[in-house]
Nanobody, 123 residues
Framework: VPLVESGGGLVQPGGSLTLSCVVSELPHYAVIWFRQAPGKEREGVSCINARDGSAHYADSVKGRFTMDRNNGGNTTSLRMTDLRPEDAGVYYC???????????????????WGLGTPVTVST
């Protein structure tokens, strides 16, 4: 299993949470975080380029979420701050073979999916 997420849980509105994704032997893959709330479509929230480490974000999370790649590229983290109820859902880590600049926030080219980790934002 090349992708394993962890770090989900319950947090109050305004709180913070960090998700992690262990990426096994995927050096030329962009890593993308998606989320899916009940009754809604899966949404790409952030991605990171494997070559230069640049991260990109959906407008809904810009300024609040930060994505990093570390441990020699074997782990990506998604630091989420100022969490809102609309941020709740199951968060999935995914990988897309990507050698261009930037990275995709869509699921068209996804080769691998993690199993997901749930995030609940509630009082």
């Amino acid at each position: 299993v090349p992708l394993v997420e962890s770090g989900g849980g319950l947090v109050q509105p305004g709180g913070s949470l960090t998700l992690s994704c262990v990426v096994s032997e995927l050096p030329h893959y962009a890593v993308i975080w998606f989320r899916q709330a009940p009754g809604k479509e899966r949404e790409g929230v952030s991605c990171i380029n494997a070559r230069d480490g640049s991260a990109h974000y959906a407008d809904s999370v810009k300024g609040r979420f930060t994505m990093d790649r570390n441990n020699g590229g074997n782990t990506t983290s998604l630091r989420m701050t100022d969490l809102r109820p609309e941020d709740a859902g199951v968060y999935y880590c995914a990988a897309d073979f990507w050698v261009a600049e930037g990275c995709p926030l869509d699921s068209y080219g996804i080769d691998y999916w993690g199993l997901g980790t749930p995030v609940t934002v509630s009082t």
